[in-house]
Structures are given as structure tokens and as C-alpha cells.
């Protein structure tokens, strides 16, 4: 999909979110990508019947390979060695059917993930791929490093690499899926993909680009902050979970 060139801005936004609930966010850590399926699919049931005024999930991914409705075996360039010494996690990566649009990308610690569940303003889906864009535009820039979009190609890049991604499922105009940030991921992970069908296409990362990479805690607020920001929404507390205690701790049980 091409990103509208006006992302939403606070000020579209701001009237309107008066009068509505703040959007909770649960801090999911790190979690495996199969239970946040089932996750996101009841959340946005909850959210499509007005039981809950939307939700932003905020976590890193244990290592996975993820095919969305265009990806394929043809993504998978070496899967069963994809292996880093950096982390404690053996080949091979799992890989996944998920039912976000794209193809092929990775997900893995020291990359932010976030599922915004929640209406898609204007049921302008564009605008809104645009709005998520520049969220991590102006995070990014907090931090050094100057994002730009490439047309026709949802995420951001930087001198052609690409440093975050977007992939989205829409249902009765509610998001699920959403974006993921590359902070300090091991790049090397990505040799066993062709990243969003994209032969060639290079990754980085905040650590790459400015040789250090704040904590992932610290990115999940900035994200959290320019989120409410740019899409001019009352955000709630952040709040501490697990896929498994996420739909207790949001009452919903």
C-alpha cells in the first residue's frame, strides 16, 4: 500500500479524543509470537464491540521468521541455519504463517514491536500507515538518526537500508499487527530472509547508524509518547504483563 504523503497530526485528532476512554498499554517484554496470534485476534474482537476504546501492545519478540499474505517459502533464503552467537537462542528460527499483510521479515530481542489494536481513524487505512510511519519518524529523530519513506514501500529507511517495518491486518476497520523498530537486533539474523520480498534490501538499526542504542525500556516510552502525539490520543499508564495475564490485567475476565 502507498502511505497518504499527510500522516494524521495531534492537532487532526485532539477534539475528538476528549471525549473518548484512554487507550491502555501493556508492556508484553519478551514473548514468544504464537500466542500473541490468539492475543491480538481477541483483543480485536473487544475492540470491534466497543468493550475496550483500543489498546497498544509494546514488546520484543523471541527469534521468528514471520510470512505475511504475500510471503512464501521463496522468502526463506537459509532457515534452518540462521544462527548468532549473540544470542542463546539455537537454529533453527521458527518460522510462521501470520496473517499481516507483506512478505517475509524477522523478528527478534533488541527490536521493538508495536500491535496497535485499535479503529482506524477516518477508516483511512493509508493515513494511518503513514501516521504509524511517522511515529517512528520523530522517535528516531530523538535519538540521531533521520528516517525517510520510500514510495510505495511502507516502513522507514535510511540510505536505503531499512531500519522499520510495517505490516497490518484490518478487520471491520480495527487494526492488529503493526510495526517493528530495529534498535539493537542482531542484523546478521536477517541473512536468512529476503526481507519483505525485497531482494538485496539491507537492514540497520539505531546502533548500527549512531553506535549506541538506548534501553528498550526507554524506547517504549518514547514510542508511547509519540504515538500520543501524532495521532492525538489519550494514552493510559503503561502498564506490565504477559500474553497469558493480558486479558486479566485488562479486566476482561
Not at 483483543?43 to 505475511?68: C, D, N
Not at 521463496?74 to 507483506?102: N, Q
Not at 541473512?191 to 526507554?218: K, N, Y
Amino acid at each position: 500500500m502507498k502511505p497518504s504523503p499527510t500522516p494524521p497530526s495531534a492537532s487532526d485528532a485532539r477534539p475528538e479524543a476528549h471525549s473518548r476512554p484512554p487507550i491502555p498499554v501493556l508492556d508484553l517484554g519478551l514473548a514468544p509470537y504464537a500466542p500473541l496470534l490468539q492475543l491480538q485476534r481477541d483483543l480485536r474482537a473487544r475492540v470491534a464491540e466497543g468493550i475496550l476504546p483500543g489498546i497498544l501492545l509494546l514488546l520484543e519478540h523471541e527469534p521468528v521468521i514471520t510470512l505475511g499474505s504475500r510471503g512464501g517459502e521463496a522468502d526463506l533464503v537459509r532457515s534452518e541455519d540462521v544462527s548468532s552467537s549473540h544470542l542463546p537462542w539455537s537454529p533453527p528460527v521458527p518460522v510462521i504463517k501470520t496473517e499481516r499483510g507483506g512478505a517475509a521479515t524477522l523478528h527478534a530481542p533488541g527490536q521493538l514491536v508495536s500491535y496497535p489494536i485499535m479503529r482506524i481513524p477516518g477508516r483511512d487505512l493509508r493515513a494511518f500507515v503513514a501516521g504509524l510511519e511517522q511515529v517512528l519518524m520523530d522517535l528516531l529523530a530523538g535519538l540521531g538518526v533521520a528516517a525517510e519513506r520510500r514510495a510505495g514501500a511502507p516502513g522507514l529507511y535510511v540510505r536505503g537500508a531499512k531500519i522499520a517495518s510495517v505490516g497490518l491486518r484490518c478487520q471491520r476497520w480495527v487494526s492488529s499487527h503493526g510495526t517493528s523498530l530495529n534498535v539493537s537486533i542482531d542484523l546478521g539474523l536477517f541473512d536468512g530472509i529476503v526481507s519483505c520480498g525485497e531482494i538485496g534490501l539491507q537492514q540497520t538499526s539505531v546502533l548500527a547508524e549512531t553506535g549506541s542504542a538506548p534501553s528498550m525500556p526507554e524506547v517504549k516510552r518514547r514510542y508511547a509518547q509519540a504515538f500520543s502525539s501524532v495521532f492525538g490520543t489519550s494514552l493510559g499508564p503503561m502498564l506490565h504483563s504477559t500474553p497469558e495475564r493480558a486479558s486479566a490485567d485488562l479486566g476482561l475476565r
